[in-house]
């Protein structure tokens, strides 16, 4: 700004210098030389003079430039620009998701998944069979309205090939969670004639895998087992005909979980 300046003075000397060699001209060299020149420039005269408008008019141009000058100076009036929320620029680590969606669409929160108590079915893995057997005392058999009745109270149902089922409702229909058989071959029970019938022990069997979880049904079974044992006066015994100890059933439980595991391995793998 300071070049401007020096450049408007500069050119108004030339513009006086100019005014000053135009007066000698018209007086033809006389008068008082330079003093009368300038006093003629400055005072007042009644008549019309060129001269003297041409610098009035230069002056009001000179005032009017400083004017420009000075507002150019000044600083610009800005307002603050306000930024709302939603057109702030993202962060680096949100800018590919704000991209992926579209601004209008509300954000939903994450729905969580409900939590089942239960464990989902076995319906892949390997065949797996468990077996507990309740025996009359040695030397004695089961009479068969006890037998009946002994079922029956624990939820039993007789069913497909004349044997007790645990019937158990699914989307696809009725399935046996476990079943009881005659320990004797053929397995079945004489249902027209429950009154004849006697057996010196039964076979609680649980076949996997199902639309179940085999350690849950397990302890249903276990529980069923124990309850007409203790009803009919018999003995426990595991698969191999002995004494059901709480280690036989840690460990029978222990291998259900192991085939939960691979069953749910092989479901994986199958899809």
Same mark, same amino acid.
């Given at each position: 700004?300071?070049?401007?300046?020096? *450049?408007?003075?500069?050119?108004?000397?030339?513009?006086?210098?100019?005014?000053?060699?135009?007066?000698?001209?018209?007086?033809?060299?006389?008068?008082?030389?330079?003093?009368?020149?300038?006093?003629?420039?400055? %005072? +007042?005269?009644?008549?019309?003079?060129?001269?003297? #408008?041409?610098?009035?008019?230069?002056?009001?141009?000179?005032?009017?430039?400083?004017?420009?000058?000075?507002?150019?100076?000044?600083?610009?009036?800005?307002?603050? =620009?306000?930024?709302?929320? @939603?057109?702030?620029?993202? !962060?680096?680590?949100?800018?590919?998701?704000?991209?992926?969606?579209?601004?209008?669409?509300?954000?939903? #929160?994450?729905?969580?998944?409900?939590?089942?108590? @239960?464990?989902?079915? #076995?319906?892949?893995?390997? #065949?797996?069979?468990?077996?507990?057997?309740?025996?009359?005392?040695?030397?004695?058999?089961?009479?068969?309205?006890?037998? &009946? @009745?002994?079922?029956?109270?624990?939820? =039993?149902?007789?069913?497909?090939?004349?044997?007790?089922?645990?019937? *158990?409702?699914?989307?696809?229909?009725?399935?046996? =969670? &476990?079943?009881?058989?005659?320990?004797?071959?053929?397995?079945?029970?004489?249902?027209?004639?429950?009154?004849?019938?006697?057996?010196?022990?039964?076979? &609680?069997? =649980?076949?996997?895998?199902?639309?179940?979880?085999?350690? !849950?049904?397990?302890? %249903?079974?276990?529980?069923?087992? +124990?309850?007409?044992?203790? !009803?009919?006066?018999?003995?426990?015994?595991?698969?191999?005909?002995?004494? *059901?100890?709480?280690?036989?059933?840690?460990?029978?439980? @222990?291998?259900?979980?192991?085939?939960?595991?691979?069953?749910?391995?092989?479901?994986?793998?199958?899809?």
């Amino acid at each position: 700004m300071d070049e401007l300046r020096w *450049l408007l003075l500069i050119i108004g000397l030339l513009l006086i210098v100019g005014v000053y060699a135009y007066g000698r001209y018209q007086d033809g060299g006389e008068g008082d030389g330079l003093l009368a020149t300038v006093r003629g420039l400055f %005072q +007042k005269r009644r008549r019309r003079n060129p001269l003297h #408008e041409q610098r009035a008019d230069f002056d009001r141009a000179l005032d009017e430039l400083d004017s420009v000058v000075a507002s150019e100076d000044r600083e610009p009036d800005i307002e603050p =620009l306000s930024i709302e929320p @939603e057109d702030r620029e993202p !962060a680096v680590d949100e800018a590919p998701r704000r991209a992926a969606e579209p601004r209008s669409a509300p954000r939903e #929160e994450p729905r969580e998944e409900p939590q089942s108590e @239960e464990p989902p079915p #076995e319906t892949h893995g390997e #065949e797996k069979i468990v077996v507990l057997n309740v025996a009359a005392p040695e030397g004695e058999v089961f009479a068969g309205p006890a037998v &009946f @009745e002994a079922l029956e109270s624990v939820g =039993l149902q007789m069913g497909e090939h004349d044997i007790f089922h645990r019937v *158990l409702d699914t989307r696809d229909g009725r399935v046996a =969670l &476990f079943s009881v058989a005659n320990i004797l071959e053929p397995g079945h029970f004489a249902v027209d004639d429950r009154d004849a019938f006697e057996t010196p022990g039964l076979a &609680f069997f =649980l076949r996997l895998p199902g639309p179940f979880d085999g350690l !849950a049904a397990f302890e %249903q079974m276990h529980a069923s087992a +124990k309850a007409v044992a203790e !009803a009919l006066g018999g003995r426990l015994l595991d698969s191999r005909r002995c004494n *059901l100890t709480a280690q036989a059933v840690e460990h029978i439980r @222990e291998e259900l979980i192991e085939h939960r595991r691979r069953a749910h391995l092989a479901a994986r793998q199958a899809r």
